[in-house]
């Protein structure tokens, strides 16, 4: 069993910048992929970046593209997002995801075997 927590959200003025992390612990994540997603209010959680085991592959949402950058830390077991020149419309939950069920993780399928409860970031124009 894996035990995600997300840290690093908050409120940040629009042109800002924010760094998520991720630490895993229960086992090592290092051997899987891992991604970000999130959850804006009333909508679908949605893809943003994920990043295989190697770091080696990397994808982005479009709407993140340039400005968001996805890496690990397979020593530490960590994942990081961090996320420049943010825009009101990226106020959302944000969630770590590891390892994931498909073969389409590039291709952003939100379907991972662990999750994390979420960080709350938050853009004010």
């Known amino acids: 069993q894996v035990q995600l927590i997300e840290s690093g959200g908050g409120l940040v003025q629009a042109g800002g910048s924010l760094r998520l992390s991720c630490a895993a612990s229960?086992?090592?994540?290092?051997?899987?992929?891992m991604a970000w997603f999130r959850q804006a209010p009333g909508r679908e959680r949605e893809f943003v970046a994920a990043?295989?085991?190697?770091?080696?592959?990397?994808n982005y949402a479009d709407s993140v593209k340039g400005r968001f950058t996805i890496s690990r830390d397979n020593v530490k077991n960590t994942v990081s997002l961090q996320m420049n020149s943010l825009k009101p419309e990226d106020t959302a939950v944000y969630y770590c995801?590891?390892?994931?069920?498909?073969?389409?993780?590039?291709?952003?399928?939100?379907?991972?075997?662990?999750w994390g409860q979420g960080t709350q970031v938050t853009v004010s124009s």
């Open positions: 995801a590891a390892d994931s069920l498909s073969t389409n993780w590039f291709q952003g399928d939100p379907r991972y075997r662990y």
């Open positions: 229960g086992r090592t994540v290092s051997s899987n992929v």
């Open positions: 990043i295989s085991w190697g770091g080696g592959s990397r």
